[in-house]
């Protein structure tokens, strides 16, 4: 991992940020994408200030402000709270909207690559986006996303004791103790997309998790250079250690290990596997159901848009 480029003080040739729903493959994605020499990973940076943001409001009804200085009192308070929720220790200083910006914006290295919720970026906080960026938009078909993602966080809510029902009375939408509002994912994430559209980038990528899954080869090589990143095959491979990951830049310590059900396999993955198929109606719960439902017209739109053979403009 020579030439990585958190050691290199220079602009860099591509900013790139990719905005995820849960159970994208984003995290097997980035994975991937760290070992192209001197790539420089952001993981969630805005994920984690919107999560902090929640958690002070849920537990001590307070407005977490968006900048660090003068407010040190509540940042620290706030930490506090994601650390006792998510087993970790958090920074912080690296939880302000605006410090977020920054940091992106002034990131040095050959690659800038920043993996995100799209789900954090509610109206309020879009004008903190850095400039600069270019935006990719990862979609899956809902009920594959919403019958894993049910099963993930029935795991990490009852792991780490914030809720105790069986999986069977669990109810995503119900029991969402996290704010997630998972009725509502997929159209925040079609509403960053447009607002992107209107405000950043014309054109910014839209590809589907199933796509990669099914052939990486193609598709894995299509993103990156349309993103304007160098692609060889031996991306598609790559060690099952957690080395790598040790250099991604994150809100604090712990961060990956303590979301070991959403993060755990993409950690020690090795490549892409084959997707697994899309759950019939009647193999889905009512909540996940809900869910998929709401999020269907959104996912469509966005499909129509994906990576594709057609349009990779290679």
Same mark, same amino acid.
């Given at each position: 991992?020579?030439?990585?480029?958190?050691?290199?003080?220079?602009?860099?040739? &591509?900013?790139?940020?990719?905005?995820?729903?849960?159970?994208?493959?984003?995290?097997? $994605?980035?994975?991937?994408?760290?070992?192209?020499?001197?790539?420089? &990973?952001?993981?969630?940076?805005?994920?984690?200030?919107?999560?902090?943001? %929640?958690? $002070?409001?849920?537990?001590?009804?307070?407005?977490?402000?968006?900048?660090?200085?003068?407010?040190?009192? %509540?940042? *620290?308070? @706030?930490?506090?709270?994601?650390?006792?929720?998510?087993?970790?220790? /958090?920074?912080?200083?690296?939880?302000?909207?605006?410090?977020?910006?920054?940091?992106?914006?002034?990131?040095?290295?050959?690659?800038?690559?920043?993996?995100?919720?799209?789900?954090?970026?509610?109206?309020?906080?879009?004008?903190?986006?850095? #400039?600069?960026?270019?935006?990719?938009?990862?979609?899956?078909?809902?009920?594959?996303?919403?019958?894993?993602?049910?099963? @993930?966080?029935?795991?990490?809510?009852? +792991?780490?004791?914030? %809720?105790?029902?069986?999986? *069977?009375?669990?109810?995503? /939408?119900?029991?969402?103790?996290? +704010?997630?509002?998972?009725?509502?994912?997929?159209?925040?994430?079609?509403?960053?997309? #447009?607002?992107?559209?209107?405000?950043?980038?014309?054109?910014?990528?839209?590809?589907? @998790?199933?796509?990669? $899954?099914?052939?990486?080869?193609?598709?894995?090589?299509? $993103?990156? =250079?349309?993103?304007?990143?160098?692609?060889?095959?031996?991306?598609? =491979?790559?060690?099952?250690?957690?080395?790598? !990951? #040790?250099?991604?830049?994150?809100? +604090?310590?712990?961060?990956?290990?303590?979301?070991?059900?959403?993060?755990?396999?993409?950690?020690?993955?090795?490549?892409?596997?084959?997707?697994?198929?899309?759950?019939?109606?009647?193999? !889905?719960?009512?909540? /996940?159901?809900?869910? @998929?439902?709401?999020?269907?017209?959104?996912?469509?739109?966005?499909?129509?848009?994906? !990576?594709?053979?057609?349009?990779?403009?290679?």
């Amino acid at each position: 991992m020579e030439g990585r480029s958190d050691e290199l003080d220079v602009q860099p040739e &591509v900013r790139v940020i990719v905005w995820s729903l849960p159970r994208t493959i984003s995290t097997v $994605l980035t994975k991937c994408v760290s070992f192209v020499d001197g790539i420089n &990973v952001h993981l969630e940076p805005y994920g984690y200030a919107h999560a902090s943001w %929640l958690g $002070l409001q849920g537990f001590s009804h307070q407005e977490l402000p968006v900048t660090y200085e003068g407010n040190e009192a %509540l940042f *620290e308070q @706030a930490a506090q709270i994601m650390g006792e929720f998510t087993k970790s220790k /958090v920074d912080p200083k690296r939880l302000p909207f605006t410090t977020v910006q920054s940091e992106l914006e002034t990131a040095t290295g050959k690659y800038v690559f920043v993996k995100d919720q799209s789900h954090a970026m509610i109206p309020q906080f879009r004008q903190f986006l850095p #400039k600069g960026f270019r935006h990719v938009f990862l979609i899956r078909e809902p009920s594959a996303i919403f019958s894993s993602y049910r099963k @993930a966080m029935y795991k990490q809510v009852t +792991g780490l004791k914030m %809720l105790e029902k069986s999986e *069977e009375e669990y109810d995503i /939408v119900e029991d969402d103790v996290v +704010g997630m509002q998972p009725l509502n994912l997929y159209k925040n994430h079609h509403d960053l997309w #447009k607002y992107v559209q209107e405000n950043f980038d014309p054109n910014p990528l839209v590809i589907d @998790a199933t796509d990669i $899954l099914s052939n990486p080869s193609d598709h894995i090589k299509w $993103l990156l =250079q349309a993103i304007g990143l160098p692609y060889s095959d031996s991306l598609l =491979q790559w060690p099952s250690s957690v080395e790598a !990951l #040790k250099s991604w830049k994150t809100p +604090g310590e712990g961060i990956l290990e303590s979301h070991i059900h959403f993060y755990g396999t993409a950690m020690q993955s090795t490549c892409f596997m084959p997707p697994h198929p899309v759950p019939s109606r009647e193999q !889905l719960t009512s909540d /996940v159901i809900r869910c @998929a439902d709401a999020a269907t017209p959104y996912y469509q739109e966005m499909y129509k848009a994906r !990576l594709t053979n057609d349009n990779n403009n290679i």
